[in-house]
């Protein structure tokens, strides 16, 4: 490709779950290119939480030095009612060979994995994306388009990408990590269907004082999310569910001002006592629950959001994301257990199935307050963890996650990493 040997996979997309894969794929001895249809890395606050598991998973990398150096460190999870704290979550007492979650930005992650990708020898060919993909027996023919950015329309301008250049490649694999508007996802004719109601968040990042300490937390009331981490820097991403608005995303600083920052920390997260400094980001979002039809066809295969969406609350999206990255890594690289493909796909919807809440029974355990089995079904999918760490998290709030089919834990279904 490019003038050079074909790569053994193209990965589409070099948002995190993308370069994550692309590093498991290389770090197996594979050729990997990737393209990315952006020049330059944006700053994309997004997606900031390492659950413990993925701690473990970038220590196979060799990247957790970097990682940590950029992150502080989550211990806790307290949920509160109101100002009332109703129970607590301990991420050091999980079976993890990490006794933390670590939250960074994601451009700082991402920052990292690129240069890792650069050092392995990963080819990242930025202004380009997957326009086409065919499936031609033994392999994938892809059409790669070189793209530019320009702003486009007259009065309200917007960017889009403008194709330069097209050609065409060959790949044993193509690997699917281009985002919840996937080209990848479309071209194999999957949908993606919305599995449950819209659902409505405005995020803030500001700096405060003192810092928030070693914990997430997280407040729940009726149809109502709340979610504070702490951030590097003395800064804290908060993020709070609201009703749903046809006119939903947007980060105009009118609509998203101090005050409507202020009326939502009194109203939903009481417990909050710092200062509310400067706003460094912030951001209405509307997000809904999917699941991909299927994880992958022949030898086109998708991770990340380009397979799935959910909210922010419990950062799954990315750190399960990781998993698969890692999990379709093995399955395609030279030796694979026969069936691993057909097990991937699988297990990625056991899993997601669970995450989403429609597979998953969630049982409140004797003894649980009244307030934690009334929540349950917003209280699991926030908490900052997926596969047994998810269990044994709910469990100490209170809470039996079982697969009602199998009568055993749906996420020992879903293979640990
Ligand atoms: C505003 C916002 C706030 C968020 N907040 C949180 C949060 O608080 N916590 C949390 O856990 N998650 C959050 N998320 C979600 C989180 O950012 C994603 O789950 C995470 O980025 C997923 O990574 P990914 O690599 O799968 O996809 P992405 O990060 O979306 O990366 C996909 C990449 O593919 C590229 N691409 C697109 N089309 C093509 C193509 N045709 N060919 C090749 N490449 C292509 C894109 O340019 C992009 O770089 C947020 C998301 C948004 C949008």
């Given at each position: 490709m490019f003038g050079r040997k074909q790569p053994d996979v193209l990965v589409a997309g070099a948002g995190p779950v993308g370069l994550y894969t692309a590093l498991s794929l290389a770090s197996r001895g594979m050729q990997v290119e990737v393209v990315e249809p952006a020049t330059a890395r944006a700053s994309r606050p997004q997606a900031c939480a390492l659950?413990?598991?993925?701690?473990?998973?970038?220590?196979?990398?060799?990247?957790?030095?970097?990682?940590?150096?950029?992150?502080?460190?989550?211990?806790?999870?307290?949920?509160?009612?109101?100002?009332?704290?109703?129970?607590?979550?301990?991420?050091?007492?999980?079976?993890?060979?990490?006794?933390?979650?670590?939250?960074?930005?994601?451009?700082?992650?991402?920052?990292?994995?690129?240069?890792?990708?650069?050092?392995?020898?990963?080819?990242?060919?930025?202004?380009?994306?997957?326009?086409?993909?065919?499936?031609?027996?033994?392999?994938?023919?892809?059409?790669?388009?070189?793209?530019?950015?320009?702003?486009?329309?007259?009065?309200?301008?917007?960017?889009?990408?403008?194709?330069?250049?097209?050609?065409?490649?060959?790949?044993?694999?193509?690997?699917?990590?281009?985002?919840?508007r996937s080209a990848v996802r479309s071209a194999l004719g999957l949908g993606f269907p919305a599995l449950r109601e819209p659902r409505d968040f405005v995020l803030f990042e500001f700096r405060t004082d003192p810092d928030l300490g070693d914990e997430i937390r997280i407040g729940v009331e009726p149809g109502a999310?709340?979610?504070c981490w702490p951030l590097p820097g003395g800064y804290g991403r908060f993020g709070f569910e609201i009703a749903p608005d046809a006119a939903a995303e947007t980060d105009d600083p009118e609509r998203l001002g101090e005050a409507e920052l202020r009326r939502l920390l009194a109203t939903r997260a009481p417990w909050f006592r710092g200062r509310v400094g400067p706003v460094r980001w912030r951001r209405r979002i509307r997000v809904a629950s999917r699941l991909a039809e299927r994880a992958g066809i022949g030898h086109v295969w998708l991770v990340g959001d380009a397979?799935?969406?959910?909210?922010?609350?419990?950062?799954?999206?990315?750190?399960?994301?990781?998993?698969?990255?890692?999990?379709?890594?093995?399955?395609?690289?030279?030796?694979?257990?026969?069936?691993?493909?057909?097990?991937?796909?699988?297990?990625?919807?056991?899993?997601?199935?669970?995450?989403?809440?429609?597979?998953?029974?969630?049982?409140?355990?004797?003894?649980?307050?009244?307030?934690?089995?009334?929540?349950?079904?917003?209280?699991?999918?926030?908490?900052?963890?997926?596969?047994?760490?998810?269990?044994?998290?709910?469990?100490?709030?209170?809470?039996d996650l079982t697969l009602p089919i199998a009568g055993r834990s749906v996420m020992s279904a879903v293979p640990q990493v």
């Open positions: 659950h413990a598991r993925s701690l473990g998973l970038l220590e196979e990398l060799g990247l957790l030095p970097a990682v940590l150096n950029r992150s502080v460190r989550v211990r806790r999870v307290g949920l509160h009612d109101g100002p009332i704290r109703r129970a607590e979550a301990s991420i050091s007492r999980l079976a993890t060979d990490h006794s933390f979650a670590a939250i960074l930005r994601q451009e700082d992650l991402e920052e990292i994995l690129t240069r890792e990708a650069e050092r392995r020898g990963v080819r990242l060919r930025t202004g380009h994306r997957v326009g086409g993909v065919v499936q031609d027996g033994d392999s994938v023919r892809v059409r790669v388009e070189t793209c530019a950015a320009v702003p486009v329309g007259r009065g309200v301008q917007h960017i889009d990408d403008v194709v330069l250049g097209t050609r065409e490649v060959q790949v044993p694999f193509l690997v699917g990590a281009d985002g919840k999310t709340t979610f397979l799935h969406e959910t909210h922010p609350a419990g950062a799954q999206s990315m750190n399960v994301g990781f998993r698969e990255g890692r999990e379709l890594a093995e399955a395609l690289a030279p030796g694979a257990v026969p069936g691993a493909l057909l097990r991937y796909e699988r297990a990625r919807r056991i899993e997601w199935e669970g995450l989403l809440g429609l597979e998953l029974d969630v049982m409140p355990r004797p003894g649980a307050a009244q307030f934690i089995g009334a929540h349950a079904a917003q209280i699991v999918p926030s908490l900052p963890a997926s596969g047994r760490d998810l269990e044994e998290l709910a469990a100490q709030v209170g809470l």
